[in-house]
C-alpha cells in the first residue's frame, strides 16, 4: 500500500530514533514507517500558500528528500499566508528561502531547489524522480501540466486548491482513482472567475489545506488509512465546514480514461485559453482620463469594483454597478454619454465591457487601462494601491 | 418543485452575494435554468454557447456529481439541494 517499496527502506540513526519518537509510538507509522518516510521523494510545487505549511510539516515528519519547484520571488503581500518566508526573505527566489528554513528545521532533510518553472519540456524530467508529487499551484496551466504529467508517470498527485475562504483537497491518479480532468474537463477562459489577486484569500486558509495535503502525502508513504482518492473534500473557513463529494474515474477521461487522446504533455497556456488574444477594447489611460475630465467632457464614470474596494477608496463622481452586476444593470447606462469602466487593475472592466457588448449595449465604452492602481500611480498619488 | 442552488463563494457576486437561492425545477438542467434567469450575469459562467454545463463548473445532488447519474436530465425532489463546484485557482494575477 506504501508508495516505498521495501527494498529502498533506509536506518534510523539513534538521533532520528528520538528526534521521531512520537511517530513511532504510533503502531500505524511506527519504526517501518518512519524508515519510508526517511527514503520518500516527495515534490512540492508551488512555495506559496499550501506549499509553505506543507514543506515545513513534511520536513518535520521526516520525509528524506523534498524537491521544490517555484520561479517566483519573496513579496511582501505573500507573507500573510506563505509561513515558511519572513520579512527578511522578500526579494530572495522562494526556493532558496524555503530551503533555509527547511534546513533550520530539519537538517536531515535532503533539499532539491527547482528555481524554474514547471513547463512541458522539463516537467518529466524533474516529476520522475519522486514518489509523490503534492499540488500547491496557483494556476490553471501549471496544474493541467501537473496533473498529465502525474498520470504519465503514474505518480499519486496530492492536490489542493483555494479561493477567499474556500478550499478542494483531494489526492489524484493513485490506486488507479480519479484525476484533476475527470473532475474539470477544461478551465475556466481567462477573466471568466476572478482570482484571489482581485478576490482576496483569509491567510489561514491555505494552511488548513495544505496541512491537509501533508497528512494525506505522509498516508500514501507510510501506508494505510483511508486516503483522498475518489473522495473531494470541500473545505468553508467562514462557515466552518467540511463536506464530501463523491469522485468517479471519468471512462472517457482524455488522459486516464479507457482510451487516452493525450499521450504526451501539451502546451497548456493554449489549452488555458492564454495565447488567445481576447477580444479587444478601447482604452484610456489615468492621465487621459484626468485631461477629459479636467476640460469638462461629459462622460459617465462605471465603478464595477466591489462595495469592499470602493471602501479602501470611491472613484470620485464614478457610479458604482459590481462586475457580477454589469448584464442585470444594463438599463442604468446612458448610451448617448461615452462610458469609462473602473475596476482595480483593468480586468473586470475590460470584461464588463465585453459582457455589454454581447449585451447588445450600443453606447461607446473605454476601459480605464490598469484600473484605479494606475490612476493612484499617475494621477492621484495621495491614493493608495492595492 | 422548490429546488435551492447552494453557491460557492466564486461565483457568488455574480448571485447577488447570495448563499443560496431557492428556484422551481423537475430536473437539475431545468433548476440551473431557473437559476440563471434569475441572475443573469451567472449564466455564462454556467452555460457555454451550446447551452452545456461548463467543463469546470461540476453540479451535485447529495455526494453525487449529476454527470454520473443523467447529466442536466437528472431529476431532482422537492426540497434537494444543488452545489454548484466550479474549479477554484487562488493567487495568480490574472484578472
Ligand atoms: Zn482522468
Known amino acids: 500500500m506504501s508508495v516505498i517499496p521495501r527494498k529502498r527502506l533506509v536506518e534510523l540513526s539513534a538521533q532520528e530514533i528520538s528526534r521521531y519518537s512520537r511517530h513511532l509510538l504510533l503502531p500505524e507509522v511506527s519504526i517501518e514507517g518512519q524508515k519510508r518516510l526517511k527514503a520518500a521523494k516527495v515534490l512540492i510545487v508551488g512555495v506559496g500558500g499550501l506549499g509553505s505549511p506543507l514543506a515545513l510539516y513534511l520536513a518535520a515528519a521526516g520525509v528524506g528528500t523534498i524537491g521544490l519547484v517555484d520561479y517566483d520571488v519573496v513579496e511582501e503581500s505573500n507573507l500573510q499566508r506563505q509561513i515558511i518566508h519572513g520579512t527578511k526573505d522578500v526579494g530572495r527566489p522562494k526556493t532558496a528561502s524555503a530551503r533555509d528554513c527547511i534546513r533550520g528545521l530539519n537538517p536531515n532533510v535532503d533539499v532539491i531547489a527547482h528555481n524554474t518553472n514547471l513547463t512541458s519540456q522539463n516537467a518529466l524530467d524533474i516529476l520522475h524522480n519522486y514518489d509523490v508529487v503534492v499540488d500547491g499551484t496557483d494556476n490553471y496551466q501549471t496544474r493541467y501540466l501537473v496533473n498529465d504529467a502525474c498520470v504519465l508517470l503514474q505518480i499519486p498527485n496530492v492536490y489542493g486548491s483555494i479561493f477567499q475562504f474556500e478550499g478542494q483537497a483531494t489526492v489524484f491518479n493513485a490506486e488507479n482513482g480519479p484525476c484533476y480532468r475527470c473532475l474539470y474537463p477544461a478551465p475556466p477562459p481567462p477573466g471568466l472567475v476572478p482570482s484571489c489577486a482581485e478576490g482576496g484569500v483569509v491567510g489561514v486558509l491555505p494552511g488548513i489545506v495544505g496541512c491537509i495535503q501533508a497528512c494525506e502525502t505522509i498516508k500514501l508513504i507510510v501506508g494505510g488509512g483511508a486516503g483522498l482518492s475518489g473522495r473531494l473534500l470541500l473545505f468553508d473557513a467562514w462557515r466552518m465546514k467540511f463536506r464530501e463529494l463523491k469522485l468517479e474515474k471519468d471512462p472517457e477521461c482524455p488522459i486516464c480514461g479507457e482510451h487516452p487522446t493525450i499521450e504526451e504533455l501539451i502546451d497548456y497556456e493554449q489549452f488555458c485559453g492564454l495565447r488567445q488574444d481576447e477580444e479587444p477594447v478601447d482604452n484610456i489611460t489615468a492621465v487621459d482620463l484626468k485631461k477629459r475630465l479636467d476640460q469638462g467632457d461629459e462622460l459617465q464614470l462605471i465603478d464595477v469594483r466591489e462595495m469592499h474596494e470602493r471602501a479602501v477608496f470611491s472613484f470620485e463622481g464614478a457610479k458604482p454597478i459590481p462586475f457580477g452586476q454589469i448584464a442585470q444593470r444594463t438599463a442604468e447606462l446612458n448610451p448617448s454619454v461615452e462610458a469609462v469602466f473602473i475596476c482595480k487593475v483593468g480586468k473586470r472592466s475590460a470584461h464588463a465591457i465585453r459582457v455589454l457588448r454581447e449585451a447588445g449595449y450600443t453606447g461607446k465604452m473605454l476601459n480605464l487601462q490598469d484600473g484605479t492602481n494606475a490612476w493612484a500611480r499617475d494621477v492621484d498619488t495621495s491614493l493608495p494601491q492595492y | ?95
Open chain 2, 1 to 95: 418543485m422548490a429546488v435551492t442552488i447552494l453557491i460557492p463563494t466564486a461565483l457568488r457576486v455574480f448571485a447577488g452575494v447570495q448563499a443560496e437561492v431557492t428556484v422551481e425545477g423537475d430536473t437539475a438542467g431545468r433548476a440551473i435554468e431557473a437559476f440563471a434567469d434569475k441572475f443573469p450575469d451567472i449564466r455564462q459562467h454556467l452555460f457555454d454557447e451550446n447551452n452545456a454545463l461548463r467543463s469546470f463548473v461540476n453540479v451535485y445532488i447529495g455526494e453525487k456529481n449529476i454527470k454520473t447519474v443523467n447529466g442536466l436530465d437528472t431529476p431532482v425532489r422537492d426540497g434537494d439541494a444543488l452545489m454548484l463546484v466550479p474549479a477554484i485557482a487562488g493567487g495568480t494575477g490574472a484578472i
